[in-house]
Every structure is written in C-alpha cells, then in structure tokens.
C-alpha cells in the first residue's frame, strides 16, 4: 500500500505541474472568470442607476442593482417575450418592460396564450413577508431576468420608511426574494428539460474528464515504456501496485479537474442570471445524487482501466492516441440515441445501452433525468460496470507485465489473447 | 552461507524459440559475477528471470537465499540495459522517488541521492533534470539509482556502456567499494577487459545456453593453446618441441607453439641453459578473453559447457 502511496504522490505532483495540465486546469477557469467580467465590464455591468442609469431617478444615488446593466439586452428579450406583473401591495403604479395585469388570472392567461413568458404576484402583506412570487411557463435562462421588476421594487421602497427586517435585510443585499412557481404540466415539463440538462452537463463533464484525464495516464504509461524506466520500476514494485498508484493519481487529477470546472461554471452561471437554481425549476433527489456520484466515480474508473490497458498494449502515444477512438466512439452512443432518452427513457434501449458497462455512464445519467429507474436495474447496472472495471484493472495490470518488456510493437488481437494466457 | 543467486535449469520460450535453455549456475555472495554473451543470447532474459519481471517457464531461482519475493526487491539494486529516467524531473526527488520505492524514508533517500550525486561529480546538478545532462552523467544518475538504498545485491546491464575512461573509473571503484562492503555483484557486459580485471568468476550464454562457466582466469587457461610467449634474441625455430613461431605485430614478442609432447617448462629450461638464446621476457601464451568469447560467440566452442573442469552447481535451489 505505501508503494501505491509513493507512486500516487509522485505522479500526482508530477502532472499537476506539467504545463499542460495546469493551463488547462487551472488557465480555462480563470480565463473564463477574466473574460466574464472583462465582458460585463465593457457592457457597463456595475453601473451607478442612480446617477447615470439611463433615467432611473427613483433611484438613490449610488444604489447599484445586479443585473440591471443586462436591463438593454433583456429587454430586447422581453419585447420578444415580455414578462407580466400583478401588484396587491400598492409599491408600483408601472414599471418599464414589465405588463401590468390586475388578477393573477388575467397574467395566467396571458402567460397560457403565450402573451409573456413568466409573471410576477407582490401579494398585499409584501411589506411584511419580503416575498414575490413568480410564474413561468418553462426553464430558459435568457428570457427571465428579475431587473426590471427588482429596480422599481426597490427605487419604490427606498422612498419608504416603514420596512420590514426582511426588507431592509433585502435591500441591503439589493435583491429580491422570489419564490418559484411552475405552471401545471409545462412546469413538469420544465422541469425535465432542466434535469435533462442538467444531465447533459454532467455527461459532457465526464467525458471531457475521463477523456482529457485517462489520456494523462495513458501518456504516463508510455513515457516510462519508452524511456524504459519501467523496467526499473517493476524491479522496485509489482506491476499493478504501479498501475494503481498512477490511476489514483490520474484520477485525483481529473477530479480536481472537475471541481475547478464545476466550481467556476456554477460561480459563472450565479454571476450571469439573478434565477436561483430552484427559480429554473431544478430539483435533484437525494436518489439521483447518488446515481450521479456512482456514475461518475465508476465510470471514470471503467473508462481509466480502458486506457490503461491500451497504455499497456501500445508502444507510443500516437499508437495510443489512434486506439483511444476505439473507447469514444462507443461510449458516445447514448448522445447519438438522446431523443430515445427523452421520449421512451424506459424502452429496451435505453435499458440495455443503461446495462453494457461503455455505455452504462452516460445512459443511465440520462435516463435518471427523465424517469425514475428502478432500483433494481441501476444496482445491475452498477454491478456491471464495477465488475468488468476490476476485470479491466486486472487485464491491464497483466497486459502491462506480460507486454510491457517483450516487444517493441503493438501487439494485434490474436496475440492479446495470447498474452493474458502467457506466463509472464 | 548460502548464494547471493542460484538458478537451475531454467528455460524460457517464445513461440517457438527458446530465449534461455535450461540455464544452471549460481553466484557467490560478495563476488563480482561477469555474464558475457553476444546480443540477443539471452543474458537481459535471464535477468529479468531472476529479477522476477518475467517468469521462467521451467526451472528454479533463488535469490538471496530464497524464493524471489516483494521483500527481496528492496535488497537488491538493478541498472537495466536500456536506461530509464524521468527527464522532466529533479535528479534529488527522482532519485528519491526511486528510494522511496525500495522502502526508504523519501527524506533519508533525497539526503543519500544529494550524497551519491556529489561522489559522482553531480553535485551541481541536484536540482537539475535529465534533459539537461550529458549522456554520460546521465548514465552516472541511473548508477546512482541503483544503488540509492545500498543493495546486498547488484544486478548490472552494461554499467560502463556510454562513458568516457574517467567516469568509467568512478564507476568502476564505487563497484568496487560496493563489493568491499559485502554487496554481491552480477554484471552484464562487453569490455572484456573490465572482465577480467573485475570479475571474480563469468557466466557466458550463447543463443540461450550456457557455454562457458567458472572462475576468469581457469576459463582463460582452459582456453590457452600449447604454447609460450617469449621476447630476446635466438633461433626459435630450432628449439625441440617448437612446431610454430609467430611474432607479433611490432616483432617484439613471439609466440611460440609446442608440440604435444613438450610442456613450456621444458622449454623455459632449454631457454635458461642454451648460451645461444638471450630471454628478456617468458609467459604462458593465455588467450584474452576478447578471443575466447569471440571463438565461442562463433560457435567453435559449444564444448566448454561440458568441459571436466567446469565448476558444477550440482544441487537444486530451495
């Protein structure tokens, strides 16, 4: 176990200071940080309403309200699919973009028409509770943004001098507090496309990951077979004590990847759109979590013992580089059939692409968007993919030690077979 | 106390080709031990037997008196043929990574690496990386490598191949302080003369057989002709017993063959008592080494594998 230690700790340090992966690692996330907010800056994102806000005087000077310098492009969205309101707090007379409807029925029909894309409802008790509650019709980033309606809200309630604690809380935080409501079956409908979505990202996520990851340790693989310091590590440790310790390695890297990713993407999304993840209608179980996590881990892990058994097969990383098409391709075909997905996730195949373990990470994530899959097939399912993940880590542990010192080509499939039978 | 190595009949086969052929021989511990073989004869495979990187299909080997196991491989240091070195990183974390992995402590392995690389003349270089050394130095870190966690054992592959004379020295005396302090040697190599100036006793393999065996200098006397080397003056044709004179290239030295009947110490006396001949030199004419392995290498000598006074290992490891 010390030996696994040993080389995970090399390696580990080893890559993560390799130019490449700190560049993209590191470089895209804060590339893509610098970019954003170069952009929002250039688009006058922070700008002072009051004093130089286009005409908003029943601003204060110095209020700054997030999202009003997207209030131009918005609108451009809104005059496409504008957005309702109905006050019973008496704040607002009008706000600019936004339509005016005296009942909620009147702005729900208007909404069911396709008239507006969402509408707001300021109950009569707002200055007490803080809360506005908003309708929608479906999930779509770019045509909900809460500035107009949050700039006359608050430019009404800085006239005023009998706010609540929750108010002056919200107003200090220059925000609103909007409660989300899905509009019968399109809200359900929302909400699956969301999940989709969602799904989407997190299948991308994976691959990009396993992909950009394994490829680490299939190249560490053929570094050392080529600068044959190989032979010099299998006379210090077992075959596969080394091949783990770069896996762990390998896939410590793609997970701190991942996060870093992840961790900017989510920080980017909340700086894009003032909508909270449950405003866009998204709801995880603890159940899909938990599938999401089991997926990704042992994917990851069937798909790095796939390209560890090609690092041990190959002489050179362009050999590889050719291979690794072989695993792609295939592990892809769940985009190919998406469609099957989202119309009939619980059709034979769906379930069987959720069964064959190179398919099984992306189709299941899928299917666990769209409908709820039985918790018998995801635990067959899982069993699968760990199964034949520990059959793959054993077959590239003894392809590594059979072939590794043997021969200076690659070998083809009949001698593949020969080799898992040869005494090494 | 038993051998540091002991192999018994091992046999190794490729498809149809066998790279080792049953292989017998054993290595005594605290000897410097010479494997000699053309390319391809199998000595790299007979390693990696021993070493337990690839395993024999027939026969046994023992290593530091036992089985090869996890734990021996901490015992034992190995300079492989073909060098392998990270060339992107540090000399001193490589050098300690590879310590590390024999069971050092990663900080007393970076304090031995920086001492072994100021005896190898690298100290400058200990944060430096292998893409920035010569080949030699290059060579000189591997060496480094091998012996970072003091082995009892030492498994060479051509420790000298890419170095100039004066590396070669420091190499060839940190071999040599090594053996002093008890470390068993194997080496794998082609300069005959570090042979037979290091070696104890030579193994030599010929497309995968054993054919030559023992201690160096009965291997090279086993190998003399009937015949002596002298320098002075006189008729050496006319000696008794004398059936062939040959000088050499610059006619100082003169070999001198002998019939069976004659030994060289009755020519030796004939010398010594003849007023006609003036001796300035007299010698046994033993071949070097060089000839031996490349008349065996040829295939004259398939021969010396079965000769009477070729040292035996005549019981099986345990």
Known sequence: MSKIWTVFRFEFFRQ???????????????????????????????????????????????????????????????????????????????????????????????????????????????????????????????????????????????????????????????????????????????????????????????????????????????????????????????????????????????????????????????????????????????????????????????????????????????????????????????????????????????VILSMIPITSPLAMTLRAAVTIVPWGEVLLSLALLGGTTLGFVWLAARLFRVNTLLSGRAPKLRDVLRLVRERA | MTNAIEVYGITKRYGQKAAVDEVTFEVKRGEIFSMLGPNGAGKTTTIRMILDIIKPDSGKISVLGAPFSEATKARLGYLPEERGLYKNVALVEMLGYFGALKGMNRRAAEQRAAKLLDELDLGAYKKGKVRELSRGMSQKVQFAATIIHQPELLIIDEPFAGLDPVNTEIIKNMIFRLRSEGATVVMSIHEMHQVEEMADRLLMIHQGRRVLYGEVDEVRHRYAENAVIVSGQGDWAALRGVIGVQPDENGRNITLRLDDQTTPDQIMAMLANDPNYSIRSFALAVPRLNDIFIRVAGGEAKIAASAPNVAEVRHEPA
Do not use: C, H
């Open chain 1, 16 to 350: 993560v200071l390799r130019r490449g992966y700190g560049l993209i690692t590191f470089g895209v996330p804060i590339a893509a940080i610098a970019l954003f907010f170069l952009l929002r800056a250039l688009s006058g994102g922070n700008v002072e309403v009051g004093a130089t806000g286009g005409g908003r005087s029943d601003l204060p000077p110095g209020v700054n309200i997030p999202g009003a310098g997207n209030v131009s492009e918005d609108s451009l969205i809104a005059q496409a699919r504008p957005m309702g309101f109905v006050d019973y707090s008496g704040l607002l007379t009008s706000v600019p973009t936004l339509i005016r409807y005296q009942t909620p029925e009147q702005a729900l029909a208007a909404l069911q028409k396709g008239e507006i894309s969402a509408y707001y409802v300021i109950a009569e008790d707002y200055l007490q509770t803080g809360k506005v509650e908003a309708f929608y019709e479906r999930f779509n980033l770019g045509s909900i943004s809460d500035a107009p309606l949050q700039q006359a809200l608050l430019g009404a309630l800085l006239k005023r001098t009998d706010l609540s604690p929750q108010l002056l809380v919200l107003l200090q935080a220059r925000t609103l507090d909007i409660v989300p409501n899905a509009i019968g079956e399109a809200a359900s409908q929302a909400t699956e496309n969301t999940n989709l979505i969602l799904a989407y990202l997190f299948a991308m996520l994976l691959l990009f990951t396993v992909f950009t990851t394994s490829g680490y340790l299939m190249q560490s693989l053929m570094e050392e077979k080529e600068n044959r310091a190989v032979e010099v590590l299998l006379s210090s440790l077992r075959p596969r004590d080394l091949l783990f310790g770069k896996f762990l390695a390998m896939s410590a890297l793609g997970l701190l990847q991942m996060v870093l990713w992840l961790g900017t993407a989510i920080f980017l999304l909340g700086q894009a759109v003032s909508l909270s993840a449950d405003l866009i209608g998204l709801t995880i179980t603890t159940e899909q979590l938990i599938v999401l996590v089991a997926y990704f881990v042992l994917g990851y892990l069937f798909f790095g013992s796939l390209y560890a058994i090609i690092g041990a097969l190959m002489t050179n990383a362009r050999e590889g580089a050719q291979f690794s098409a072989v695993i792609v391709l295939p592990a892809m075909i769940p985009f190919y059939v998406a469609v099957s997905f989202v119309n009939t996730p619980n059709a034979p195949l769906p």
